[in-house]
């Protein structure tokens, strides 16, 4: 299955020359729910992941406020919703009544002093082997990149609750073949429903933050510059930064731009985006997924433009951003 972006609805550079120069090649992901293996490029999916290396771990600085979930329970409460869903043409299946307590229990919250403190393993977020990823820029020798992060608040700033590995697949050997398990999860809207990736190559003009300020507001007049004619929504890799909404941008030469282990710049790395497409950016819904488009069964209307199931603050975007010297470093991320 592919994934079509239509062209945008204008061509930016007859009216504004100089941003000719500027354009940069990002990769939609399209996220589908799906069974992705350890071989496909995933959000939320098995990582191939070397038997004899460490999983990585991370223990929050605070203690959650909020009831905790358990991660099985997350997914087995996605799997029995699922197939309440009505899919094209009929209605959703009925529950059982073992069901339906089942999906109680699994809907329960839990206070976070119920579990033991400590480390816990991080979940996979992202995996994209550099075949799927056109136009991201893998360190010489590698193939493969891994995002883990530990779903809670602290996916935002520079700590380690966000990490990457760069691989050369060819060094993998033996594929650790279950992954460690966080006890709790205390985000549970930053647990991915497991997706297979359409890949697309898209190209995309700078969002206001990274352009001279004399540019910026001229393309501010233009409404639809922001949504319409610069970056692309939803999960995409490498190309231009997000828009800030909510929120100022960092002044450039601020400390939140910067590489937190080396202090060297930092480029835009991973899109965790809101939805793929909607109002007011309706234009980069693909032209596979218009009205009445095809889906599979149990999948929801709504599954098409929020596949993942992610909500990233009030539903904001979370840049991923890492060093431009040493990609291995810690990524910076900012709810933007
Ligand atoms: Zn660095």
Sequence with gaps: ???????????????????????????????????????????????????????PEYELTYVPYEPVTKLADIHLRRTLLTRTYSPPGGPGETLTEDEQETLRRASADHPPESFPSGPQALIPLAQLYSRDAPGLAFPQGTDLLQVLWAPSYEIEGDSAAVQLRWRRTSEVRDVLLAAPEPVYVAMQWCVPVPCVLHPEPVREFPPYQSLDKDLAARLMEWDFYESELSVAPGWKAGGWPAHFTFRDPPEPDSAELRCPECGGPVDALLTVGGTEWGKPNDSWRPVECGEGAERAPGQSSQDLRDPTDVTIGRGYTLQIYNCVGTPSHLPRRIMQ
Excluded: N, Q, Y
Excluded at 4 to 24: C, N, S, V
């Design 1 to 55: 299955m592919t994934r079509t972006t239509p062209p945008r609805p204008l061509d930016i550079t007859e009216a504004f020359p100089e941003l000719a120069g500027l354009a940069r090649t990002a990769c939609r992901l399209h996220p589908v729910p799906g069974k992705p293996t350890v071989h496909d490029s995933s959000v939320g999916g098995p990582l191939l992941w070397p038997a004899d290396e460490p999983w």
